[in-house]
């Protein structure tokens, strides 16, 4: 694990060693500040110094490229896993926690508002070996004024929904920890379960929503995933018709009876 004060990406950082072959599976790159967070798309990663989790996890995964995206769907699982284990370990009961949920593809919200983000990265290292960079932000201690304009009513934190500051180094041990656990589980048992984990979890199926892909607007009822995690939608107005989204932004998901 290398912690840095402040460094411009962790992702950035670790691709840039990793690339050069300097660090093995399972490094970890953490910041208290990122002077250029990044998101998917070109997109922004916001959190103000010392008040997140930002780090990124290196892993050489045994995969087809095609199942890559399944380990960001692990990982956002993981994410939650951590924050609830790590949780029962106050002496306070926190139901509001039941609140948090997952979101299709990367992300962790809670009513809405996004509470985790996860940026996947591939590339070759200098053996030509392909990695794979897991790189998560998630808000913990920030206070709703904390976020930047625009984000105050889409962001939210751990620390809004318990009311109280938490350890953000104990916090994150417990994320690497169920990391590592569903990582183990996918080099003995290989990537059949993620998706149909995920899609219990998540309580996607049978839901009404609208995928922004590509600036196309796709709305539909999740009929399940594939088998590398993309989302297969019957399409509203057309309901022989089953379109698979590779990526995208879910933008509004209603639930059965809506
Ligand atoms: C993501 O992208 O959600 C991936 C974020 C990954 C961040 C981690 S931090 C460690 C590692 N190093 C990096 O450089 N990145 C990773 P996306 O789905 O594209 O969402 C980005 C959008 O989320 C932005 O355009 C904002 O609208 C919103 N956003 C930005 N910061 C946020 C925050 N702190 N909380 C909630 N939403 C935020």
């Known amino acids: 694990m290398r912690h840095f004060s402040e460094v411009d990406s962790t992702n950035g950082q670790l691709k840039v060693e990793a690339k050069a072959g300097n660090v093995p599976e399972g490094t970890v790159f953490t910041t208290d500040f990122q002077t250029n967070g990044r998101g998917r798309l070109d997109r922004r990663w916001e959190s103000p110094p010392g008040q997140g989790l930002l780090f990124s996890l290196l892993l050489f995964p045994e995969l087809p490229p095609d199942q890559l995206p399944l380990i960001s769907l692990m990982g956002s699982m993981a994410v939650l896993d951590g924050i609830l284990k790590f949780m029962e370990e106050y002496p306070i009961r926190c139901d509001a926690l039941q609140a948090i949920e997952l979101k299709w593809p990367n992300d962790l919200i809670v009513d809405g508002r996004k509470i985790c983000g996860i940026l996947s990265e591939t590339g070759l290292d200098n053996q030509r070996r392909r990695f794979f960079i897991l790189g998560i932000g998630l808000n913990v201690n920030q206070t709703s004024d904390d976020f930047p304009e625009p984000l105050q009513d889409t962001a939210v934190s751990l620390r809004m929904i318990v009311g109280f500051d938490l350890l953000r180094d104990h916090l994150l041990r417990y994320i690497l920890k169920e990391l ?39 709305t539909g009822i999740v009929v399940g995933l594939e088998s590398n995690g993309a989302l297969k939608l019957r399409i509203s107005g057309d309901p022989a018709k089953v379109e698979t989204i590779y990526s995208g932004d879910v933008t509004s998901r209603c639930s059965q009876d809506q």
Do not use: F, Q
């Open 180 to 218: 590592e656990e569903c990582y183990n589980r996918l080099k003995v048992e290989g990537s059949d379960w993620i998706a149909p984990l995920w899609l219990e979890r998540s309580r996607y199926e049978e839901r009404s929503v609208t995928v922004m892909n590509h600036k196309r607007k796709i």
